[in-house]
DNA sequence: GCTAGCACTCGTTCCCGCCGAGTGCTAACG
DNA sequence: CGTTAGCACTCGGCGGGAACGAGTGCTAGC
């Protein structure tokens, strides 16, 4: 039902090749890499899956004894230094075993990470979770990123949905203060947003319902652009609002201010790679936002997942984490951005299918939503 | 202009008195203690402050090179002792300095604290932050919680206000499909709930306008008790309207749902003494608001500021931590809380003050909004 | 082509001794 | 009588060294 295939690499080649590796040959620089034996291949897939779940080098000995591998260390050793010649895998130190290197990571999430669609009782799991609440589109945000965040067991990125073009669908004006007003406005979309506006006047509901009754009409359907050009026409209170109005509307496709709700950083702060170090440093990273600033530009539309590894990622913070993320939403029209971010040795099958499997979720809500 | 001593204590006695306290007379039980000659408080003071300051026990000859008292290290020495006898110090080590116990904390708050006003720059620099935006009483939550943060250096904790009986001022309803409406209300105190709701029968944006305000000069001021009467004579959606209005209204005061917001959790994470630990816990700590759950009980209703130190914390999980709280609101009609978390040593005149401050200026705002 | 054996590397852990800061006590001093 | 100087003692932290174990590359034999 879904090609594990279809995971496209976050940049193509890694910008900084000569970063980690030994002094031995790097290869994979000009000539056409030999393509892995099947035994290769499997003993790289068991090295990744085991150094995902423990986060120690692991070794020839040590595979052996765990798996049922039918060859002795020795042999294990001769397929790994050839994995560590083709640049699959890196020694730490002289002795205590290999790790993946982002390659090898990349090799594993293209040719042999196995199925990846979520098991159903997380699919289950979630929509039940989904079913729960009966909010507004911008609080799904919220719990999508809880619930991403606690199916991967990583640290979840979500955006909410933004829209390219919005067009307003439906406002209000309630009266606050004899100065003091709430507009509402709904776009096509579903989007809703509250401001205070300061009054110019002393005023009351029954004139503020009057205008909005008055204005809403001749708005509906209407561009931020579109109201501007109708504001140029309009007199004092029409005017205000319909100046309000544009603003707001601008406010909303604003690509600056675009909120990054996150979840689950307890997850990954026990971690033994990010333990001594800067708990600090890790808050700093996702809170404001800095962290999407990062990685957006880089962000194909394609509606599939994208999977960025180590230093393929384009900001520097991000060198040590692997990144698996994806936009949802209705293509053109309104999207989102929504994701995980992890230690390089991260579950990428888990992560790719939960990702994958949020990004429908949330594509379907938006879809619901937003009226034609 | 502001009385310093004017702090209330939260608990009024430490709850387990044998706690840590070496082997020697614990004293403070039952004979009052005699009351600290000039000197000791002097000392008391300088060993709190720089304690606060470094995080490292203090010992006697350090204080003397550090600081111009006029005796020596040996002087200083006796007179510890006596404080530690009396129950203000204790050390944690056989050598090593001496740390301030939870009631030298307390005495100090209470006796040695010079001026608990917040220095006018910072009173200028809130004032300042909170002119920029122009928004809803309940995005000042948010950025109350990021400046008391700020200002405190610490944890921050925030409640949205809560109003005691919530009175709906207005309502709207606005079409999203055909059977999918938003409901947006609008209390006294001028708090804005927006809710989904799934429409019973087909309906467009005409007729639910026209529903709406058939129904809000009805309404208008009712409690969700008055709703809920007024809701059994209606018919069919009017009455599913009522109903719904009703609910949300009792949303707002339930205090089971309060939501606290809370804010530089980064800027604890790097103190020593929750190094090594548990980023986790701490996390945890703050998350879905277990914090406040064991907290409120025991916040008094008085105005001003609350101090609970150490042990006197009502809750095991803050046994380690200090917390000075204030409610805010306009009394007896809508309250919320706010106040920082640190370690037990933790700059409580600046903290006092900075919540105090907070605590003024969230009230004002509270006052302007709600309507009489 | 696979495996057993072997010498070697190197990170980890534990132990031990040193150093420095701090303490309590006692005796001397003004 | 309060204050101070001196002294023996305690204890945590730090650094060096030994023992250990996991892992490696290489070579020779099956």
Do not use: C
């Amino acid at each position: 039902m879904i090609d594990p295939q279809a995971v496209s690499q976050g940049a193509p080649g890694s910008p900084d090749p000569g970063a980690g590796a030994a002094g031995a040959a790097t290869s994979s620089a000009g000539s056409p890499l030999p393509p892995l034996t099947e035994r290769q291949r499997a003993i790289l897939r068991l090295i990744v899956q085991e150094y995902v779940q423990t986060g120690r080098p692991v070794g020839s000995k040590g595979l052996t004894e765990r798996h049922a591998v039918g060859v002795s260390p020795a042999t294990i050793r001769n397929e790994m230094a050839g994995l560590e010649e083709a640049g699959y895998l890196q020694s730490p130190h002289t002795s205590g075993g290999r790790v993946p290197t982002d390659q090898g990571y990349r090799y594993f999430v293209h040719h042999l990470m196995g199925a990846v669609e979520l098991p159903s009782v997380d699919q289950i799991m979630i929509r039940h979770q989904f079913r729960q609440v009966e909010v507004q589109l911008e609080q799904w945000v919220e719990l999508a990123a809880s619930v991403l965040a606690e199916t991967a067991g990583i640290v979840s990125v979500v955006t909410a949905p933004r829209p390219a073009v919005p067009r307003l669908r439906h406002f209000e004006l309630i009266a606050l203060q004899p100065r003091l007003a709430l507009l509402i406005l709904v776009t096509h979309e579903s989007l809703v947003r509250q401001v205070m506006v300061r009054w110019p006047e002393d005023t009351d509901q029954e004139s503020l319902s009057r205008l909005a009754d008055a204005l809403v009409s001749e708005v509906r359907g209407l561009t931020a652009d579109e109201i501007a050009a109708r504001a140029r026409g309009g007199d004092g209170p029409a005017r205000f609002v319909l100046g309000q109005l544009e603003g707001t509307l601008r406010g909303l496709d604003a690509v600056g201010q675009t909120e990054v709700r996150h979840s689950g950083l307890e997850n990954i702060l026990g971690l033994p790679e990010f333990a001594g170090a800067d708990a600090q440093g890790l808050l700093d990273l996702f809170r404001g936002g800095a962290f999407l600033g990062a990685v957006l530009p880089q962000l194909g539309a394609g509606p599939d997942v994208q999977v960025f590894i180590g230093d393929e990622n384009p900001a520097d913070a991000l060198r040590r984490f692997g990144v698996v993320l994806s936009t949802y939403g209705v293509d053109g029209s309104v999207t989102g951005i929504l994701g995980v971010v992890g230690p390089t040795r991260m579950a990428y099958g888990r992560s790719i299918s939960s990702v994958r499997y949020m990004a429908r979720l949330m594509s379907d809500l938006v879809a619901d939503l937003s009226s034609a």
